[in-house]
């Protein structure tokens, strides 16, 4: 990244940031003075894209081969002509009754292997040739008919890709990959230890997807169940693409993934689409979490979507205006939020600000879910004010889209590690992957420094710190690279409960962590688990090289480590693995080797962090003391900085951004001593590049 400067705009049409909401005047065809008012109050609403036709296959093929596009250029062009570019999508997310009805091997076989009916959303099989060469049809139809239209910028295929089908042609497809993947049975069998309660195969046919009255005890054939629903998933996107890459190689494509969803393996999916796209739908104001959690959590989700494609901005396709239907309580944006969580989004790397929904239909699941227009359909709401504002906003940060985010550590979140430590029901059956990383994040968060998420394949070349939290699963080639990359200088920090597995789920004929052991200077003696009231205390070393000093509390799980190399810097004080080292360190090349042997409270990880940050002069975005729950973070441009300052508390927060001239973007004026934000306030500042 050193040398790029900016992104290119994923449209040069549109080369600002893009702002509107998944518009469907497919449900409003009766109502053509309904369809004029939604261009005015477009307008009114500052918004320049609509995201059309996704699941709009019924109006647009009403009867089986029978196409009326009209409808849809009446509205692109109506857009266009009032400066509304068009992000056109793909059907597949839903079909017409009469394809189920002709064609009932369309529809999805679930895991006890009952056909579903006609209904619902998402549900299609993804082998199926008859559907697939259906959207392949309309798909050719679509870019047929649009692909000179001057508002078109961008395909969005199908919506949010999920789940997987158990038909018979899926059970083959899985097979076939399997076959080509371990060419021999034996080969299979050894892979997946099936001399275990006689479970090996001595014929392909024998081998079926995972069941609830089947299979569930190899759990080598789950993970690669997985592995296969997230190939079948990208070949099913490649065939919905193969029309549009050919008669609108210039649009690019992507579909709207669901952040860190667990069925797909978006690192494998990223690669096939020209920009990520995600939607996000944080739980603003619940009752479990504070705002600032959520928000940490949030911004986890960001910058993985952001590092997915290395870096490049990513397009926060949808979020609500207000509340999710879908929530057990559902709870609308308070005040001031919108913009906050819309801005949030913007300082992890999104270059749009878009919204499910523009308009809440009259019937439907959806009727009440958040939309830009309510049911009285005018502009005289809050949220409609809201939105309004937030894309005046977004226009006089024009210099900011294309920018990027500068890290120089990074967190590992892999999903076959996960689809591993889910499958693997020692020491405890819950592991909170997910959230111990975002835990691990949320020290970084609360003091503005930026990080960047990687997966097990990705390239670490561009970090000094890199934390690996509980990699249970080390992938063919991890080690070597982790430990590459300690050699030359790389600071890793790693966690109990790693290096049990192989890709295959085997476990290693080692002490954990396995492949990790020598770099760590540690091998792992038990493991031990700890039920939700029980806990253990650990101890700083007197004098330990880090400079910490307090003791903390650790939770479900303690390890008892075997010193082989590695020095100690905190011994447990209490339980029976009282003097055992708790954390420790070990010298390897130019780098080093941290090692946390428990799961420690945040008070912890909050310590630990300052202090190896500091060492490691790993510095924040502006060094000061951050208000807590305010969140700082930076877009550079390789000349400016954009400083962004969210405060996620009611209350108002005020911090002197330091000595440098800073220029306020949003409220046009410059920055001359402290900065006071008001609850849920945000300010997105420029400077000249540097500290
Ligand atoms: C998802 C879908 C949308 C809509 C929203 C509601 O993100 O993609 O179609 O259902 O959820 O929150
Ligand atoms: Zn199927």
């Known amino acids: 990244m050193s ?51 996704i699941f709009a296959w019924a109006a647009l093929e009403p009867r089986e081969g029978e196409y009326n596009l009209d409808w849809l250029q009446e509205r692109m062009d109506s857009l266009y002509k009032n400066g509304i570019y068009t992000i056109l999508a793909t059907p ?33 099989c993804f082998s199926s040739p008859v559907y697939r060469e259906k959207i392949s049809q309309i798909n050719r139809k679509l870019a047929e008919r649009f692909k000179e239209h001057p508002g078109l910028i961008l395909w969005h295929v199908s919506n949010e890709y999920s789940g997987s089908c158990h038909c018979e042609i899926c059970q083959e497809q899985f097979r076939e990959g399997l076959k080509e993947k371990y060419g021999t049975l034996e080969e299979l069998n050894r892979s997946w230890w099936t ?13 079926e997807s995972p069941a609830p009255h089947g299979e569930q005890s190899i759990q080598a054939l789950k993970i690669d169940w997985k592995r296969f629903t997230t190939d079948q998933t990208i070949d099913f996107f490649r065939n919905e693409i193969t029309p549009l890459k050919e008669l609108t190689p210039e649009v690019p494509v992507t579909t709207n993934f669901m952040g860190t969803f667990p069925g797909l393996d978006y690192w494998k999916f990223a690669s096939e689409v020209d920009v990520v796209a995600w939607d996000s739908y944080p739980a603003w104001h ?28 990513f397009l926060l396709m949808e979020s609500t205006p207000s509340r999710q239907n879908w929530r057990k309580v559902a709870k609308s944006k308070k005040p001031g939020m919108h913009l906050l969580s819309s801005l949030q989004a913007v300082a992890h ?80 059956k819950e592991k909170n992957y997910e959230q111990v990383c975002k835990n691990h994040y949320r020290q970084f968060w609360k003091r503005g420094i930026p990080l960047d998420i990687v997966g097990q394949d ?53 002490k954990a962590p396995g492949p990790l052991k020598e770099a760590a200077g540690i091998s792992v003696e038990e493991i031990i688990p700890l039920y939700e009231e029980e806990n253990y205390q650990l101890k700083m070393e007197q004098n330990n090289k880090l400079g910490l000093k307090k003791s903390y509390r650790a939770d479900d799980f303690c390890e008892e480590l075997n010193l082989e190399g590695a020095q100690s810097l905190a011994r447990f004080s209490s339980g029976y693995l009282a003097e055992s080292p708790a954390l420790t360190v070990n010298n390897l090349g130019q780098g080093r080797v941290y090692y946390i042997a428990s799961r420690n409270e945040q008070d912890f990880l909050a310590d630990f962090y300052y202090y190896l940050t500091k060492k490691l002069s790993i510095s924040p975005v502006l060094d000061i003391e951050v208000p807590e729950g305010v969140s700082i973070q930076k877009r550079t441009d390789g000349t400016a900085d954009y400083l962004f300052l969210m405060n996620f508390t009611e209350q108002r927060r005020t911090l002197k951004p330091g000595k440098k001239e800073l220029y306020d973007l949003v409220e046009e004026k410059k920055v001359t001593d402290s900065i006071t934000l008001e609850g849920f306030g945000v300010r997105v500042l420029k400077r000249k590049r540097g500290k």
């Open 286 to 313: 619940c009752s479990w979490k504070e705002d600032q959690e959520v928000a940490s959590d949030t911004a986890f989700t960001h910058d993985l979507q952001r590092s997915l494609k290395g870096g490049q901005p």
């Open 349 to 428: 790397g999104s270059d749009t600000v878009q919204y499910f929904q523009w308009r809440m239909g009259r019937g439907g699941a959806e009727k009440f879910h958040g939309a830009v227009v309510d049911h009285a359909g005018d502009e005289k709401r809050r949220v409609f004010r809201e939105v309004g504002e937030t894309g005046e906003v977004l226009s006089r940060l024009d210099s900011i889209p294309g920018s990027y985010v500068e890290s120089e550590a990074a967190i590992m979140f892999d999903w076959e590690n996960r689809w591993g430590l889910k499958e693997a029901h020692i020491p405890r």
């Open 3 to 53: 040398d790029q400067k900016r992104y290119s705009p994923v449209s040069k049409k549109l080369p600002e940031f893009w702002h509107g909401a998944d518009y469907n005047p497919d449900q409003w065809l009766h109502r053509p003075e309904i369809l004029q008012k939604d261009i005015e109050l477009m307008k009114k609403a500052n918004c320049n894209v609509m995201a059309l036709g």
């Open 195 to 207: 001399a275990f309660w006689s479970h090996t195969y001595t014929d392909w046919k024998q081998i």
């Open 92 to 124: 597949s997310g839903a079909r017409p009754a009469w394809m189920s009805q002709k064609y009932p091997e369309v529809l999805r076989v679930q895991s006890n292997r009952q056909r579903i009916l006609q209904g619902n959303r998402h549900n299609h």
């Open 458 to 510: 990705s390239s670490l070349e561009n970090y000094r710190l890199l934390i690996v939290p509980m990699l249970y699963m080390v992938k063919e080639g991890t080690a070597e690279k982790i430990k590459n990359f300690v050699e030359q200088g790389g600071t890793l920090v790693l966690t109990y409960f790693s290096g049990i597995v192989n890709e295959n789920d085997l476990c290693f004929q080692d």
